[in-house]
């Protein structure tokens, strides 16, 4: 028996959401008096690998060859091997877009039950049930797996990165991999911008703003706070800022630390894709908007006056 934890990479590289998972793994590892086994795919440096020691894998696998595809069916096949090769009866993914596309194919293989998106450690062990939020997150619901073997991926910004240090070894893993049914033939990537995924304050707009003119103040508050841009599905559906830029059930779901949000009603679709920011301001002219019924603070007032003493302010300070 054993915890396995997918850490995915990013040109090479990790990013704060890997030690989330690890610190969540560690934590499930330590209930369950089982090791926990970290699994890297692809080409990651061992000075980057080292890394991972400190929080806490008993031994961290890699894998370099064959995964520079973007071939889910072969990551699904790799971790699946590995899980099995180190016997395995839970296996961690983060929830974002790999994770998505990967654990539900891992699950079947495995013929273990699947809880996505989960966002606190299991209600109980045996039997084993785990906490989510549901219906876009207005409720939580506990979900009880009954297979021997579970996959979990943890939504991000819900579990404490906690630092462990442990002597680690870096072992190869040797695996069989299925041929590649999808190649690479070019990737287009955002540079110089910090990513709305990966931000912990996030400054968005919607049609209240009036026009793609007047997001100048909305970049310039986004600079003083050190912040990423978002903005509604309007917005981006009329070609005023891009669609990476969307936010909601359709676009991106996030969960930064502070979400700002500037003349959006506050439709249920947006607020599915923000409902699991550690805090929501609301600034919309309507009393009424329903962005104030999930917001932990608003104001109501024109976004043209206060936006400008915001930022005035923010200088100052």
Not at 44 to 49: A, F, G, P, R, Y
Not at 268 to 289: E, F, L, M, R, T
Request: aromatic fraction near 6%; include cysteine.
């Amino acid at each position: 028996m054993s915890v396995l934890v997918y850490i995915e990479n990013w040109d090479g590289k990790f990013k704060k959401s890997t030690f989330e998972l690890l610190s969540y793994g560690k934590k499930i590892a330590g209930d369950m008096s089982v090791p926990m086994f970290a699994l890297s795919l692809g080409e990651v440096s061992n000075d980057t690998l080292d890394t991972l020691k400190l929080y806490g894998p008993e031994k961290i696998y890699s894998a370099t060859q064959g995964f520079d595809h973007m071939d889910n069916e072969v990551f699904a096949s790799a971790i699946s091997q590995a899980a099995e090769q180190v016997g395995a009866t839970m296996v961690l993914f983060a929830q974002n877009n790999e994770g998505n596309a990967i654990a539900g194919r891992v699950a079947a293989r495995l013929k273990a039950g699947m809880v996505a998106a989960v966002s606190s450690l299991p209600v109980s062990y045996d039997p084993f049930v785990i906490k989510k939020k549901i219906y876009t997150n207005k409720v939580f619901g506990h979900v009880k797996v009954n297979t021997n073997t579970k996959v979990l991926s943890l939504s991000k910004n819900t579990f404490e990165v906690i630092e462990n240090p442990a002597s680690s070894e870096i072992l190869t893993m040797e695996l069989s991999l299925p041929a590649a049914k999808t190649k690479v033939t070019k990737v287009d990537r955002v540079t110089g911008k910090l990513l709305l995924t990966d931000a912990e304050l996030v400054v968005s707009a919607g049609r209240g703003l009036k026009g793609p003119e007047n997001w100048g103040m909305i970049e310039e508050l986004a600079q003083v706070l050190g912040a990423a841009t978002g903005c509604s599905r309007p917005v981006s559906d009329e070609g005023w800022r891009p669609h990476t830029e969307h936010i909601g059930q359709t676009g991106k779901v996030i969960a930064p630390n502070l979400y700002l949000a500037i003349g959006i009603s506050g439709a249920i679709q947006h607020v599915g894709g923000i409902s699991s920011s550690k805090c929501i301001v609301a600034i919309n002219k309507d009393p009424d908007a329903p962005i104030f019924e999930v917001a932990d603070y608003g104001i109501v007032g024109d976004a043209f006056k206060v936006i400008p003493d915001l930022i005035a302010a923010l200088k100052q300070g």
